[in-house]
Structure formats: C-alpha cells, structure tokens
C-alpha cells in the first residue's frame, strides 16, 4: 500500500535556527497538508497545499514558516528562528481529492528545539 | 468558540464490552466526517469516513452522524486490549482543511 514517507524521524536543532522538514505524499495525490502536535495536545492544522499554492492556513502558520513543493515529489515544511515553543511532533499528509477524503498521514518528525 | 469537541477521558471499559465516543461540532456547513486512532507517538490512522446521517458499520466500528445535532459518535463493540488508544475525532472545516478534536483516551481493561 502506498505511503507517505517523512525524513527525518527526530531532528534536533538549537533556538534561532532554521530546520526543513521533508514528505513524499503519495504518489497520485494532489492534495498536501501538515499539521502539528505539541507533547500532549491536539493534533493542529497548520496548512494545505493543491495546485503549487497554499490554500488553507491557520493563524498558527505565520511568516516564521513556509512549504515548498521543489519537484514532482517533495513536499517540504521549511521554519525560522525556531523557538522552544516549535518542539513538537510534525505529520505530513496528503489526500486525493480536499478535505472531502480521508487523509493519509505519514509517521512524522519530531522536532526538538534546545 | 471551541471546534471540534470530545470528552478527553480516561474511558475505561472491560474487554469485550462496547465503548462509545462522542464528538460535537460548531461548524453546521461540515460534510465530512473522520474517526482516527492515534497510539502514543504515532501517527493518526483511519478507522472510518462518515458523510451522511445514519449509521454506517465496519467489522466492530460503527459510525453515527446526526447533522442537525452537529454530533458524530463512534461505538466499538467486543473492545480489546489492543484498542486502548487515543482516539481522534476529525470535521472537514473548508474545502482543504480538516481539524481534529482534542482526542478521547480509551483504556480497555482485560
């Protein structure tokens, strides 16, 4: 069954720098998403992504954070200036027709600001 | 205004009892319905898709929807220990945006 892959599984980084998180949603999707879940707490919304734009985001996704899709395949969440308050579990996923479908969540990075 | 509600529990049921979940709505324009399973560390997993009133049944889940009370509740009959678990009820917002609830923790007791 297809998946979507998540690299890296735990990233470390120190406060004030910059981190790239990386997904490979599944191949015939055309919908992509990342959300956040901080130790404990509800699994957030932060954006989704169709036709190489975003086209939902909430307020928790500011300018400190921005996605990418480089290639045919990629999907990437790239933060700023990280700060403690970043460390938390981060899930792509993606799905093939909006937020009407299940959505297909790949197994997440955690994030770690020291 | 809060979303997505659902009791955060601990449920705890014996083994092979049913265990029911519920989750409330704010947004009456929702469609879409989703319950996932959420182990501790990982990531949420499908148990079922609802997009009409009624029941709808898979193997020991069943889904019911009632749009007009804006409620959505999951049963899990003949519950076993490998169902402890969080579970995570989910409502489409917008066209691409679908938000959790804040989970429900269910402990199946052997």
Known sequence: EPEVTQTPSHQVTQMGQEVILRCVPISNHLYFYWYRQILGQKVEFLVSFYNNEISEKSEIFDDQFSVERPDGSNFTLKIRSTKLEDSAMYFCASDHSGGNSPLHFGNGTRLTVT | ?110
Request: charge should be negative; charged fraction near 20%.
């Open chain 2, 1 to 110: 205004q809060k979303e997505v509600e659902q009791n955060s529990g601990p449920l705890s049921v014996p083994e092979g009892a049913i265990a029911s979940l519920n989750c409330t709505y704010s947004d009456r324009g929702s469609q879409s319905f989703f319950w996932y399973r959420q182990y501790s560390g990982k990531s949420p997993e499908l148990i079922m898709s609802i997009y009409s009133n009624g029941d709808k049944e898979d193997g020991r889940f069943t889904a019911q929807l009632n749009k007009a009370s804006q409620y959505v509740s999951l049963l899990i009959r003949d519950s076993q220990p490998s169902d402890s678990a969080t579970y995570l009820c989910a409502v489409n917002w917008a066209e691409d945006k679908v938000i959790f609830g804040p989970g429900t923790s269910l402990s199946v007791i052997p």
